[in-house]
């Protein structure tokens, strides 16, 4: 055990005492794969150790929600996947609370669980979900909530800066593996449950140009290289081919993506390392990590993220049938919102590239097309997206490691834009989002825009 999730581990256990000395708590999380994984790892935990609780998922969590939060008066508030940016709010309002976050924190409390206070990056070295599988370790062995964890770091991407889970993630990984075991492969989604064509069809991270949102074009892709798509007048999956079989489409991938100029970076993400969950049935969403991040994603990204903690307690009838429901027009919204962008184009400044959705894609999903679009436009700009929503712009920022490495931290570039012209937003290094008033727009990004100019300048 390295000597940072020993640290972490004490800090959790003395979480886990306060815990245990309520009958009943509060829990609030995040409406994403990693919040929904977080807030059922703390809830099975929680009926492990026969503590009631009621369940809270938000957007965005904001001086309102605690200030209800503090006047319904809880025996104790867990936050999960959240908090750590508000503790000076938490503080105000004297709500008795646990978090347990891994973005940024601004400041700290004796109840408070962040791989940043213990010199760890929450950005790709544990999510929230893995800082609340130590939190649920303390309160009991709970080693089986491991796949949960893995879950919330893949949906968060935290693989995605080495093709793999290092660090604490790989700690959890490694630690657990009769319940999750890494392997290479696609990187598709739908290796468990889509006909071939329809992996390739509904391909956005990457976006094949061509091939993505066309039937036709992926039926004719494995026509031409001598593959047949069905067996027995059934469809087939990936898990349903031979070896060879794999391999041959996965080359004749990289001989398309090549000749279609998708980009080293996209190409190379083709394949990487996948985790799969052994107490899972083959052939479901759940079996694959990266599939059951996205189901839960989708579950979120239409306010109802309580259908996807039902399906991490171990629903899978009517839970599991929502949740697929969801995800089906997740997918269909995502190609949809890629087409978008593709058809009107980003504008450039000298340091960001933006494109204004309005109402042509939804907010909740707008940053995951800000993110799949990045890869067909210009790498060498972070990438900002404007939504509109009922109370402002709904902003998305996504930047690659690269920028980073040169010194862009979009987390402190847009929490400074709001601090000066009001709103409220922050995230990671990575990828950030806020929302700021209507009328701000140009405002927001010229500024944004400046402030980005001078991280980069600093660190050269």
Same mark, same amino acid.
């Given at each position: 055990?390295?000597?940072?999730?020993?640290?972490?581990?004490?800090?959790?256990?003395?979480?886990?005492?306060?815990?245990?000395?309520?009958?009943?708590?509060?829990?609030?999380?995040?409406?994403?794969?990693?919040?929904?994984?977080?807030? $059922?790892?703390?809830?099975?935990?929680?009926?492990?150790?026969?503590?009631?609780?009621?369940?809270?998922?938000?957007?965005?969590?904001?001086?309102?929600?605690?200030?209800?939060?503090?006047?319904?008066?809880?025996? %104790?508030?867990?936050?999960?996947?959240?908090?750590?940016?508000?503790?000076?709010?938490?503080?105000?309002?004297?709500?008795?609370?646990?978090?347990?976050?891994?973005?940024?924190?601004?400041?700290?409390?004796?109840?408070? %669980?962040?791989?940043?206070?213990?010199?760890?990056?929450?950005?790709?070295?544990?999510?929230?979900?893995?800082?609340?599988?130590?939190?649920?370790?303390?309160?009991?062995?709970?080693?089986?909530?491991?796949?949960?964890?893995?879950?919330?770091?893949?949906?968060?991407?935290?693989?995605?800066?080495?093709?793999?889970?290092?660090?604490?993630?790989? !700690?959890?990984?490694?630690?657990? =593996?009769?319940?999750?075991?890494?392997?290479?492969?696609?990187?598709?989604?739908?290796?468990?449950?889509?006909?071939?064509?329809?992996?390739?069809?509904?391909?956005?991270?990457?976006?094949? =140009?061509?091939?993505?949102?066309?039937?036709?074009?992926?039926?004719?892709? %494995?026509?031409?290289?001598?593959?047949?798509?069905?067996?027995?007048?059934?469809?087939?999956?990936?898990?349903?081919?031979? !070896?060879?079989?794999?391999?041959?489409?996965?080359?004749?991938?990289?001989?398309?993506?090549?000749?279609?100029?998708?980009?080293?970076?996209?190409?190379?993400?083709?394949?990487?390392?996948?985790?799969? %969950?052994? =107490?899972?049935?083959?052939?479901?969403?759940?079996?694959? #990590?990266?599939?059951?991040?996205?189901?839960?994603?989708?579950?979120?990204?239409?306010?109802?993220?309580?259908?996807?903690? $039902?399906?991490?307690?171990?629903?899978?009838?009517? #839970?599991? !049938?929502?949740?697929?429901?969801?995800?089906?027009?997740?997918?269909?919204?995502?190609?949809?919102?890629?087409?978008?962008?593709?058809?009107?184009?980003?504008?450039?400044?000298?340091?960001?590239?933006?494109?204004?959705?309005?109402?042509?894609?939804?907010?909740?999903?707008?940053?995951?097309?800000?993110?799949?679009?990045?890869?067909?436009?210009?790498?060498?700009? =972070?990438?900002?997206?404007?939504?509109?929503?009922?109370?402002?712009?709904?902003?998305?920022?996504?930047?690659?490691?690269?920028?980073?490495?040169?010194?862009?931290?979009?987390? !402190?570039?847009?929490?400074?834009?709001?601090?000066?012209?009001?709103?409220?937003?922050?995230?990671?290094?990575? $990828?950030?989002?806020?929302?700021?008033?209507?009328?701000?727009?140009?405002?927001?990004?010229?500024?944004?825009?400046?402030?980005?100019?001078?991280?980069?300048?600093?660190?050269?």
């Amino acid at each position: 055990m390295s000597e940072t999730m020993i640290q972490m581990a004490r800090r959790a256990a003395k979480c886990a005492e306060e815990i245990k000395k309520h009958k009943e708590v509060q829990l609030v999380s995040h409406i994403d794969a990693d919040g929904i994984s977080s807030g $059922a790892i703390i809830a099975k935990a929680l009926e492990g150790a026969d503590i009631d609780h009621e369940m809270l998922f938000v957007k965005q969590l904001d001086e309102n929600i605690i200030r209800d939060l503090a006047d319904s008066n809880p025996e %104790l508030t867990i936050f999960t996947d959240l908090g750590s940016g508000q503790i000076e709010h938490i503080n105000n309002y004297e709500l008795h609370a646990v978090i347990s976050d891994h973005h940024r924190p601004q400041g700290d409390t004796d109840l408070h %669980l962040n791989p940043h206070l213990f010199g760890a990056n929450g950005s790709f070295e544990i999510s929230g979900s893995g800082t609340t599988f130590i939190l649920a370790s303390q309160l009991d062995k709970n080693n089986s909530l491991a796949d949960l964890a893995i879950v919330g770091c893949v949906g968060d991407m935290q693989n995605r800066k080495y093709g793999k889970l290092v660090s604490l993630n790989r !700690e959890i990984l490694e630690d657990n =593996p009769a319940i999750v075991i890494p392997k290479n492969d696609i990187s598709l989604y739908g290796k468990q449950t889509r006909p071939i064509f329809k992996m390739l069809q509904f391909s956005s991270d990457p976006y094949l =140009p061509g091939l993505t949102g066309s039937e036709d074009a992926c039926i004719g892709f %494995l026509h031409n290289i001598g593959l047949r798509s069905a067996n027995d007048e059934k469809w087939r999956r990936w898990i349903d081919l031979t !070896e060879a079989e794999k391999v041959k489409i996965t080359s004749a991938l990289f001989q398309y993506s090549v000749q279609n100029g998708l980009s080293s970076y996209n190409i190379n993400r083709l394949v990487n390392e996948c985790y799969l %969950l052994l =107490p899972e049935k083959e052939g479901t969403e759940m079996r694959d #990590a990266s599939e059951y991040a996205t189901l839960l994603n989708a579950t979120g990204r239409y306010m109802q993220a309580e259908i996807g903690m $039902a399906v991490c307690m171990g629903d899978r009838e009517d #839970a599991y !049938e929502a949740a697929r429901r969801l995800l089906y027009e997740h997918r269909k919204n995502l190609v949809e919102g890629l087409n978008f962008v593709r058809d009107t184009g980003v504008t450039q400044l000298s340091h960001l590239q933006f494109f204004d959705a309005g109402s042509n894609i939804p907010e909740t999903i707008v940053g995951i097309v800000a993110g799949m679009s990045h890869a067909s436009n210009n790498r060498r700009l =972070p990438i900002v997206a404007f939504a509109d929503k009922e109370d402002g712009h709904k902003i998305s920022a996504r930047g690659t490691q690269e920028l980073v490495n040169k010194g862009l931290n979009l987390s !402190e570039a847009i929490s400074q834009v709001c601090q000066e012209i009001g709103g409220a937003g922050g995230g990671h290094d990575i $990828a950030a989002g806020a929302t700021v008033p209507f009328g701000k727009k140009q405002e927001f990004i010229d500024r944004l825009n400046s402030i980005i100019a001078s991280q980069i300048a600093s660190k050269a």
